[in-house]
Nanobody, 115 residues
Framework: QVQLVESGGGLVQAGGSVRLSCAASGSIANVNVMAWYRQIQGNRRQMVAGISTSGTSNYADSVKGRFTVSRDNAKSMTYLQMDSLKPEDTGVYYC?????????WGQGTQVTVSS
């Protein structure tokens, strides 16, 4: 089992930026998709951004043009650069790893955007 630990969350005003980091305790070379999810109603989570081993990235429509996801397999790190933040971006963000026959979740990090 590989542990995922997020960091970088905090308070930021609207229009500002923050970079979230996801550190994996083991290799992510076999992880097909590293992604970031935001918690919504109840315990449901919505994918915000994801990046595959091929380098293809996908974003939720609400964050396109504002967020950038990247990964560094050599460092077992995944990042989410969040720019032009809006109050509606507020929430708990989770790092997620998906491979063949497995998936891992981080513990989440809070991002609060003030207006």
């Amino acid at each position: 089992q590989v542990q995922l630990v997020e960091s970088g969350g905090g308070l930021v005003q609207a229009g500002g930026s923050v970079r979230l980091s996801c550190a994996a305790s083991g290799s992510i070379a076999n992880v097909n998709v590293m992604a970031w999810y935001r918690q919504i109603q109840g315990n449901r989570r919505q994918m915000v951004a994801g990046i595959s081993t091929s380098g293809t990235s996908n974003y939720a429509d609400s964050v396109k043009g504002r967020f950038t996801v990247s990964r560094d397999n050599a460092k077992s790190m995944t990042y989410l650069q969040m720019d032009s933040l809006k109050p509606e971006d507020t929430g708990v963000y989770y790092c997620h790893a998906r491979g063949i026959g497995f998936e891992w979740w981080g513990q989440g990090t809070q991002v609060t955007v003030s207006s």
